[in-house]
């Protein structure tokens, strides 16, 4: 994989990795991956020189790749930043560390062996630290199962977001409403809302009621072409959408609507 | 902005989604799916213009589609594939790629005004202010994650993955859709006014104050 990513792959194989990522094989996914390996490797000094003369050809000739270089510099430099501002000298432990000692000392269950007089303190010491060990074990188990929830919430893959392609109301009313159905999960709504030709200016989506009332907005919004077709995005949380009927309404400049598409929001499966 | 010709119509289109899945919503994210899968292709393939490839095969496939062509590809994966090779040499004929220079290099480096942030200093910024805006927890993880010392990485990220009850896998995957939407996040914070803060998905929810 680095050697497609670094243009080196002979072209029947290229060609038949490209078929695999196009019929949606986990080959996409590993080459993202294999990507960010790359430029972290870039970044930290790690590739050999080859490497590092084709890493530079395909990757900082394109302005958005070089972004992403850009972006893992400054991630590197943070994660070091953090490293040196987080772990004070002295500090106990490491929290794997931890539970790999305890884990060592409740298997072996071997303690120093001393004169019969100090045993007894020894012991007690002991049996204190590991105490302290056993509580920390436990609250490394709470922060995971916290940090395994958290980052499921933060990293929602592309199914958090969804998108929704809507159509211009022909004549108001609740008849014209698309139905559309939020599944569980859903954090965001990508609205595409198609315009009936391309323009420039600066537009503005605003979601309402059947009786006016504004629920979410966004502005400052430009048209973008896909496919052939000029639309407006909005992304709108998904939780300023109730099951109900809505109008999405298109405005440019200063409120001048442009077009309405309305929408039924219904439960979802 | 241009209205792309080549004899598209919003039918070809709608009749794109159709094949793509018949629901949708569906078919809006099979949509989205392939495009990505087209960005990358062009963007690892060495394009210089990959979005506008990606909307050319994509253009070419939907008149394809109102001229009365069918997908018959079981994966229209495979099909798009084809399509977007050919657009892929076709470009390369209209725009032989120059050979890499110092010159180019540069281009892409821009020397600060005096008594301006550099664009790292604000890339690194924005960045921070990316970060605070995640949970703290996930925050700590992504930086420990990516941090250098401490360990052997492979060993520590095996840890992690260990403590949060998942495989190393999947642990990976997850922390690249996270460093996908930082990336997003910091590139809408650099080219917004310096004095706005970075917005898109990562902040709370939008609407009228």
Redesign the interface.
């Known amino acids: 994989m680095r050697s497609?990513?670094l243009?080196a792959l002979p072209p029947d194989e290229a060609?038949k990795l490209?078929?695999a990522?196009?019929?949606?094989t986990p080959v996409?996914?590993e080459?993202?991956?294999a990507?960010?390996d790359l430029i972290?490797a870039y970044v930290?000094g790690r590739l050999s020189s080859d490497e590092h003369r084709a890493f530079?050809?395909?990757f900082?000739?394109?302005?958005?790749?070089?972004?992403?270089v850009?972006?893992a510099?400054?991630?590197?430099?943070?994660?070091?930043s953090?490293?040196t501002a987080?772990r004070p000298p002295g500090a106990r432990l490491?929290?794997?560390a931890a539970a790999a000692a305890i884990a060592a000392v409740l298997a072996a269950g071997a303690w120093a062996v001393r004169r019969q007089s100090d045993l007894g303190a020894d012991l007690s010491r002991t049996r204190a630290e590991l105490q302290a060990l056993q509580s920390d074990v436990r609250g490394?188990q709470e922060?995971?199962?916290?940090?395994?929830q958290?980052?499921?919430?933060?990293?929602?893959?592309?199914?958090g977001?969804?998108?929704?392609?809507l159509s211009p109301a022909l004549s108001r009313g609740p008849s014209a409403a698309r139905s559309?159905?939020l599944p569980p999960g859903a954090?965001?709504v990508r609205l595409?809302l198609?315009l009936e030709?391309?323009?420039?200016g600066v537009f503005e989506v605003?979601i309402q009621t059947p009786e006016g009332r504004?629920?979410?907005?966004?502005r400052g919004l430009?048209?973008?072409?896909?496919?052939?077709?000029?639309a407006i995005e909005a992304?709108?949380?998904a939780?300023?959408l109730a099951t109900g009927t809505y109008v999405a309404l298109l405005r440019r400049g200063k409120g001048e609507e442009v077009a309405s598409f309305p929408l039924r929001v219904v439960a979802g499966p | 902005?241009?209205?792309?010709?080549?004899g598209?119509t919003?039918e070809?289109?709608e009749a794109?989604?159709q094949r793509l899945d018949p629901d949708?919503?569906r078919a809006?994210?099979a949509?989205?799916?392939?495009?990505r899968?087209m960005l990358?292709?062009f963007?690892?393939?060495?394009a210089?213009r990959?979005e506008e490839l990606t909307?050319e095969t994509?253009?070419r496939v939907?008149s394809r589609i109102a001229a009365g062509e069918e997908i018959r590809a079981e994966?229209p994966?495979?099909y798009?594939?084809g399509v977007?090779?050919n657009v892929l040499r076709e470009s390369w004929k209209r725009e032989p790629e120059a050979p890499?220079n110092e010159e180019?290099?540069a281009r892409?480096l821009t020397s600060p005004l005096e008594g301006q942030p550099s664009?790292?200093e604000r890339?690194?910024g924005c960045?921070?202010s990316c970060?605070d805006a995640?949970?703290p927890?996930?925050a700590?993880?992504l930086?420990?994650y990516?941090?250098?010392?401490?360990g052997t990485k492979i060993g520590r990220r095996r840890?992690l993955a260990?403590?949060?009850?998942?495989g190393p896998v999947a642990l990976?995957?997850?922390?690249?859709?996270?460093?996908g939407?930082?990336?997003a996040c910091?590139?809408h914070c650099l080219e917004r006014p310096e004095t706005e803060g970075p917005s898109?998905?990562l902040e709370g929810?939008?609407?009228?104050p």
């Open positions: 497609y990513l243009g060609e490209e078929e990522y196009f019929e949606g996409f996914e080459l993202l991956l990507e960010d972290d930290a530079e050809a395909a900082l000739s394109a302005p958005r790749r070089r972004e992403r850009d972006f510099r400054a991630l590197r430099r943070a994660a070091s953090w490293e987080a490491a929290p794997l490394l922060r995971g199962a916290r940090l395994a958290e980052l499921s919430m933060a990293a929602r893959p592309v199914a977001v969804v998108t929704w392609i559309l159905s954090e965001w595409r198609p030709r391309a323009g420039d605003e504004v629920v979410t907005s966004q430009t048209a973008a072409t896909s496919a052939g077709v000029p992304m709108v949380p939780r300023a | 902005m241009e209205l792309r010709g080549r598209l919003r070809g289109f794109l989604l949708r919503d809006g994210e949509y989205e799916a392939l495009r899968r990358k292709f963007e690892w393939r060495g210089s990959p909307d994509i253009d939907c994966d994966g495979r798009f594939h977007a090779r890499l180019r290099l892409g664009l790292d890339r690194s960045l921070q970060l995640l949970p927890e996930t700590r993880l930086l420990d990516y941090r250098e010392s401490g840890d260990a403590v949060l009850g998942i990976r995957l997850r922390l690249h859709r996270l460093r939407r930082l990336e910091v590139r898109g998905p929810e939008g609407g009228r």
